[in-house]
Nanobody
Framework: QVQLVESGGGTAQAGGSLRLSCAAS????????MAWFRQGAGKEREGVAS???????TYADSVKRRFTISKDNAKNTLYLQMNSLTPEDTAMYYC?????????????????WGQGTQVTVSS
């Protein structure tokens, strides 16, 4: 079982930046991938960025060149640096982990989820 705890959400103005953190604990073997998802009000959950067990990185088109996913293995912490934020980035952001993930930004591939952290971007 993997436990995930997100932090770092809050409010930012358009054009600003935020950094999300996800502290992971539990049994994560070498084939685990981790990812960030988000869900806006009335919208489906969508993949934002993933970091595969082989260190491959995948971004949603909507966040490419603005968001950066990274991981500190010593701290077992996943990060999402978000720059050039827009009101369209407003959502609850979730950290997720899964084993043997094929479709890196598909929610159904991940079986461990954090509780979420809210990001609100004002215009």
């Amino acid at each position: 079982q993997v436990q995930l705890v997100e932090s770092g959400g809050g409010t930012a103005q358009a054009g600003g930046s935020l950094r999300l953190s996800c502290a992971a604990s539990g049994n994560m073997h070498n084939f685990y991938s981790m990812a960030w998802f988000r869900q806006g009000a009335g919208k489906e959950r969508e993949g934002v960025a993933s970091l595969g067990h082989d260190d491959s990185i995948t971004y949603a088109d909507s966040v490419k060149r603005r968001f950066t996913i990274s991981k500190d293995n010593a701290k077992n912490t996943l990060y999402l640096q978000m720059n050039s934020l827009t009101p369209e980035d407003t959502a609850m952001y979730y950290c997720a982990a899964g084993a043997y993930v094929a479709d890196k930004l598909a929610p159904h591939e991940y079986n461990s989820w954090g509780q979420g952290t809210q990001v609100t971007v004002s215009s």
